[in-house]
């Protein structure tokens, strides 16, 4: 179950770069782009997102709203999903600004991810599914902004620093959180 939700993720970035890629070519947006580069791009965001879908299908079935959203609550995946979908808006709504949404969805991410893994039972899971979720998050945003402007954040994307050495001490300290749970709730340590 989660082996298929964690290769699809990439497959999902890659449908969703390849489309962006397939959109500038059609658009005549990027030089020395050819017709036949934007058929094999769209034919690698069909295959893709087909392959995304089959690994997805016996999710998909049981799906239901009150799941998704204690999904985007719990799982670092749906929050990294649902942090994208109000950033894409935002920059998409103001391009010019749209390095503002990117490095608050990318900081609320950091934060989230890591208290949520340091709820869960099973850290080590919930920590590399965090882990994976910030570089695809990371990864969509950069593709999105690239779509956006010609030279995506440009020297702005330095401010990502703070995120990307803030989410390994966060992950962190959340393991250590985790750790100190554990013990009270076998009985280790009293309660203060």
Same mark, same amino acid.
């Given at each position: 179950m989660w082996l298929r939700r964690v290769a699809s993720a990439p497959l999902i970035v890659l449908a969703f770069v390849c489309a962006i890629g397939a959109g500038r070519i059609f658009m005549h947006n990027l030089p020395d782009s050819t017709f036949g580069?934007?058929?094999?791009?769209?034919?690698?965001?069909?295959?893709?997102? +087909?392959?995304?879908?089959? #690994? #997805?299908?016996?999710? &998909?079935?049981? &799906?239901s709203l009150v799941g998704v959203r204690g999904w985007c609550l719990r799982n670092p995946l749906g929050q990294a999903t649902a942090l994208y979908l109000v950033a894409a808006i935002l920059m998409v709504a103001a391009p010019s600004y749209m390095l503002g949404p990117a490095v608050l969805a990318m900081c609320v991410f950091s934060v989230a991810s890591s208290w949520s893994a340091a709820l869960q039972r099973r850290w080590w899971i919930y920590a590399l599914l965090a882990l994976l979720g910030w570089c695809v998050l990371f990864l969509a945003l950069g593709a999105t902004a690239e779509a956006l402007a010609p030279r995506g954040f440009g020297e702005g994307a330095m401010v990502f620093l703070l995120? +990307?050495?803030?989410?390994?001490? #966060? &992950?962190l300290v959340s393991g250590i959180v985790r750790l100190v749970r554990g013990r009270r709730e076998q009985g280790g340590d009293p309660a203060p």
């Open positions: 580069d934007g058929i094999f791009a769209t034919s690698v965001t069909a295959g893709a997102g +087909a392959a995304a879908f089959f #690994l #997805l299908r016996p999710d &998909l079935r049981r &799906l995120p +990307a050495q803030a989410f390994p001490a #966060l &992950l």
